[in-house]
């Protein structure tokens, strides 16, 4: 909404806004993959069947790398936040890039590949780690917009509605 916003701001006849909203679209539909790979990875322990455990991990390293990608991306183009913030972010995004391609080579060449090519577990576990870091990191960047946005919850009662006693002792 934040990003939205601030789009909805920018001076149109400088920018290809059509563009920029293209690539935030991509952005937020990356960031709901990355959520259902991390649901996923929860759901399905590596013990248990790592087969599916590590379909939905690389949904969800790759899908928000992918995301903060774009999301970096358009900042840049559209200079949404400061040039500090941006440089940051890129390299937050470049280190995370580097540690996924490690462990992920770890996994599809090594593992399953069963072709050694000196990574192994130790270092593709830091790597994973790493990339998950960067990945918090970079949300932290946000500090300032999340500080400005509010959520609103709001209940209402309607009198004259009957909730019935369901065997609750407090009712």
Same mark, same amino acid.
């Given at each position: 909404?934040?990003?939205?916003? &601030?789009?909805?701001?920018l001076? $149109?006849s400088?920018l290809?806004?059509a &563009? ?19 649901? @996923? ?19 969800f390293?790759l899908?928000? %790398? ?19 913030? &941006? ?17 992920l080579?770890?996994?599809c ?8 090519? @000196?990574? @192994? ?22 500090? &300032? ?7 609103? %919850?709001s209940?209402?009662?309607?009198p004259?509605? $009957?909730?019935?006693?369901? @065997?609750?002792?407090?009712?």
């Amino acid at each position: 909404h934040v990003v939205d916003t &601030r789009l909805a701001q920018l001076d $149109r006849s400088v920018l290809d806004l059509a &563009r920029l909203e293209n690539i935030h679209q991509v952005s937020l539909c990356a960031a709901v993959s990355a959520t259902l790979g991390g649901l @996923g990875v929860a759901a399905y322990q590596h013990g248990v069947d790592h087969k599916i455990h590590n379909f939905f991990a690389a949904t969800f390293i790759l899908a928000a %790398l992918l995301h903060f990608v774009f999301e970096s991306r358009l900042e840049c183009l559209a200079g949404l936040s400061s040039p500090l913030a &941006r440089y940051t972010r890129r390299c937050l995004v470049w280190v995370a890039g580097i540690m996924c391609a490690t462990f992920l080579s770890h996994v599809c060449v090594e593992e399953v590949g069963s072709t050694p090519i @000196g990574i @192994g577990k130790l270092r593709a576990a830091k790597a994973e780690i790493l990339t998950c870091l960067c990945f918090l990191v970079y949300l932290a960047t946000y500090t &300032r917009s999340f500080r400005e946005t509010t959520l609103t %919850l709001s209940v209402a009662y309607t009198p004259g509605i $009957r909730v019935e006693d369901r @065997g609750d002792p407090d009712h």
